[in-house]
């Protein structure tokens, strides 16, 4: 069988028709493969032009060329056929995929380091492209996502070891029995409220994912009789090969990696930061009459379809269908209508969210028009510190 054209019977019947199902995108896919590569891109530009600002020339393809490519291609809705996925799941090609992509987010940030430790930097220059490595780091922390959510132990490690390079250990088990667990609730510190901006949500978000991952992790390791400083806390595991990563850097590199692994371990994270912002930004989840939350649908998250970002993002932008069904890959995550949808992809999103008077104009009105919201402020996540201000303007307590 022809694994770019698998066959799925419809029917029960034996005698019943086979659907055919080509995946467009499967060859495509392999751009969220080389993507982790593109601070190269500024090397190139660097040693041909030999200006120092030609170091910045991915951050003008990510948060320029992108949303530009998102706008002028569009979205895809298209979904595989129900009956494909199984098979579509199976299709090792996909996974092998996540896998590849792990090294090479190491190539990149050694690649950096090696490039600002051989050659002479102008103190901007080194931060310059330090940022430019952590936004490329932050995209580890999609890869880790993807392969964290696998229950095999193939998948658990290559998560634990791409995590190390943004510097995130904590990362798969805050995510995956946290933020999960409480997503769209006043609860989740990975939950943005609507009227808070970003920079006070990361004063929530970033050390309450530590604290809660740590506590996480030492009550699984306490139910086995463990300590929670053992060699079995995977977020050690982790931590461990950052130190020894960057520990490493900076013997070969020297004392201008200090500065350097700093902004670019900040970055990453507020590479993750940012995307836990836009992916929820004021949905929330009901209250049942037993008290516990409904359980996680696909309108509890923002969407995009938008076709190039999520081509070099293993379908984050999917995150819909991701939460209500987290261990999909993301080869067969669907659209689904009447969704919560984001006006651009999220290299579009991140930066209207540093804007926060931009972000409230464009999102706050798109919330409450939500079919399941429809304007009531019952239903929407809000920022206590400013619910009287939201209800003064959108409508009565």
Not at 64 to 93: C, F, H, K, T
Not at 196 to 221: C, M, S, T, V
Not at 302 to 323: E, I, P
Request: proline fraction near 7%; include cysteine; glycine fraction near 8%.
């Amino acid at each position: 069988m022809n694994p770019a054209k698998p066959m799925a019977r419809l029917t029960d019947d034996p005698h019943a028709a086979f659907a055919q199902y080509r995946d467009r995108k499967r060859w495509w896919w392999l751009l969220s493969v080389v993507f982790p590569l593109l601070p190269f891109a500024g090397m190139a530009a660097h040693a041909a032009s030999g200006s120092q600002i030609a170091l910045g020339l991915p951050l003008l393809i990510s948060y320029g060329l992108m949303p530009l490519l998102d706008y002028l291609i569009g979205e895809d809705e298209s979904n595989p056929p129900e009956a494909i996925v199984p098979q579509l799941e199976e299709d090792r090609y996909y996974r092998w995929l996540t896998w590849a992509t792990v090294p090479l987010h190491y190539v990149a940030l050694i690649g950096c380091a090696w490039w600002v430790g051989t050659h002479s930097l102008s103190w901007w220059a080194v931060l310059l492209f330090a940022y430019v490595a952590g936004t490329d780091s932050g995209l580890g922390l999609n890869t880790g996502h993807e392969l964290g959510h696998k229950y095999n132990a193939i998948e658990q490690w290559l998560a634990r070891l791409v995590l190390a390079v943004p510097a995130y250990g904590h990362f798969t088990v805050e995510h995956g029995r946290g933020h999960h667990r409480w997503v769209s609730t006043p609860e989740d510190h990975a939950s943005a409220r609507m009227g808070e901006n970003i920079y006070r949500f990361a004063l929530r978000e970033l050390p309450g994912g530590i604290h809660r991952a740590w506590q996480i992790e030492k009550d699984r390791l306490a139910g086995q009789g463990r300590s929670a400083w053992s060699q079995h806390n995977t977020m050690l595991q982790s931590y461990a090969i950052t130190a020894l990563l960057q520990l490493g850097l900076i013997l070969a590199f020297g004392w201008v990696m200090l500065p350097f692994l700093a902004v670019h371990n900040l970055v990453a994270w507020w590479q993750l930061t940012s995307a836990n912002y836009v992916e929820h930004y004021g949905l929330l989840r009901a209250r049942l009459p037993s008290g516990r939350y409904e359980a996680p649908q696909p309108h509890h998250s923002w969407n995009a379809n938008h076709l190039v970002t999520n081509l070099v993002t293993f379908h984050l932008q999917r995150h819909s269908d991701h939460h209500a069904h987290p261990s999909r890959r993301y080869q067969s995550l669907r659209h689904f209508e009447q969704l919560p949808q984001l006006p651009s992809g999220y290299f579009g999103m991140f930066p209207l969210a540093y804007v926060p008077p931009l972000w409230f104009r464009v999102m706050d009105p798109r919330l409450l028009a939500l079919p399941h919201v429809q304007g009531e402020l019952s239903r929407v996540n809000i920022d206590p510190r400013r619910r009287e201000e939201i209800y003064a303007r959108y409508g009565k307590a």
